[in-house]
């Protein structure tokens, strides 16, 4: 009898098991959906779940969403401390969105923008900042899209206007692995949101990253600095169609004004105290202009605020500091403000 009780109590315990599995799995999930989703800032790193989420659930209804790059973002300042979330802070009653980070070009910021409106979220105003450096063609990511966003994007979202112009990796046929991977990752929160528990979690690319990170300076001093190569950093060819970031920037322009969107063009802040021999010539302040015009014939409001902080608000040749993150976003407060007045 006790033989024969054996198989069967196995089986019993596995399925047991397997359904005490399946409970964490699921309440697993449930905490992940009640996760705080909603800072002042995305994380460093995020993955397409959670960009869709943060996108979709706190752009909706929002009254700016915010567009730009590591500047707005605020790199090297806390997140309560970015120009984007000081500026909220002044506008009572306002919903903010900053879906701004790093190294977000025309491209990136035109693909989001169209991802939002696909999913039937349309911000009342948009402030968009677009930084000369994303101009230059020789960057790494000139003519790239975000890896996150191509996720959301590609293929759904690619008009016959990409062709040509975004780089053809994000163009490349969606594999039967890719479709696999997205649906599992939609569908279940815990694989979906597996970098951005490790970014909560570690807030590096790895482990040994953040222990070295935090160990380094125990054993040694931090070494100085070393400067930016800043003279590859802007390209001063004149900007017109030809240039990739110029057109997706006409193209951003031709959607927000197609739907109506409000929106405000942000010169944001450059260091010229460290730029002066590279960008204090006619040629930069040209492409400045030609950038300026491109919004204003859409309609849009621009403010230049280039020149508007001196060497002592930044951290380097153009992510400013928390005085500096105090400065611009009282300067953007103003045009901000005036916008949504209006609306």
Known sequence: MAISEAPSRRRSDVWISASITLLLLVLTDLALSAWNRWPDRLPEH????YLQRYATQSGLGSSLVVLGDSELWGYGVAAADSPVAQL??????????????????PINADFVLRYLLARGVRPRAVLVELNPAAFNQTAVGYDTLNATVAELAVPALVEPFDRGRLDGAALRPVSAGDRLDRFVAEHWLLYGSRV???????????????????VE???????????APYAATYDLTPLDAGNVSYAYADHLFRTLAAHRIPAIVVLPPVNHAILHAYIDNAAYADNLRRIARLAAGYHLTVVNFDRLLDGRYFLDNTHVNRAGAERFARALSRPVANLLDVL
């Open 46 to 49: 995020f993955s397409s779940s």
């Open 88 to 105: 909220a802070r002044g506008l009572a009653g306002t919903r903010v969105t900053n879906l701004a980070y790093e190294a977000q070009t």
């Open 196 to 214: 951005d528990l490790h970014q909560a979690l570690f807030g590096d690319a790895d482990l040994a990253s953040a222990l070295h990170r935090h």
């Open 217 to 227: 300076p125990l054993l040694q001093p931090a070494p100085p600095p070393r400067s």
